[in-house]
């Protein structure tokens, strides 16, 4: 069974960082494509950002464009996003997750098999 950790959320002030980071066990990530979904108090979840395998195109949602930094680490079953300049409206529960399905990765969770448990990210004063 794949199990999906995921580390680094918190508070943090407007304009401010946070790494987020996740790590898959009993698979060999490079075969997957990697996600980011967050999901909002009253909003349905949307997604962030992707990374592909093996050609490593990268996806982002317009609204983090410039400011988020997805990446990933292979060998360590690892993968990544980095928040800058953080606002906000950015504050949510975030998810990452995997599929291997598609030829390229898509920000449509129903494609994604395995999920992280979700933590909470909040942007505040």
């Known amino acids: 069974q794949v199990h999906i950790v995921e580390s680094g959320g918190g508070l943090v002030q407007p304009g401010g960082s946070l790494r987020l980071s996740c790590v898959a066990s009993?698979?060999?990530?490079?075969?997957?494509?990697v996600s980011w979904f967050r999901q909002a108090p009253g909003k349905r979840r949307e997604g962030v950002s992707c990374?592909?395998?093996?050609?490593?195109?990268?996806v982002y949602a317009d609204s983090v464009k410039g400011r988020f930094t997805i990446s990933r680490d292979n060998a360590e079953n690892a993968w990544h996003l980095q928040m800058d300049n953080l606002k906000p409206e950015d504050t949510a529960v975030y998810y990452c997750?995997?599929?291997?399905?598609?030829?390229?990765?898509?920000?449509?969770?129903?494609?994604?098999?395995?999920w992280g448990q979700g933590i909470q990210v909040t942007v505040s004063s």
């Open positions: 009993r698979i060999t990530l490079d075969d997957f494509h």
């Open positions: 997750a995997i599929e291997a399905s598609q030829a390229n990765c898509l920000l449509i969770e129903n494609f994604y098999d395995f």
């Open positions: 990374l592909s395998s093996p050609d490593g195109s990268l």
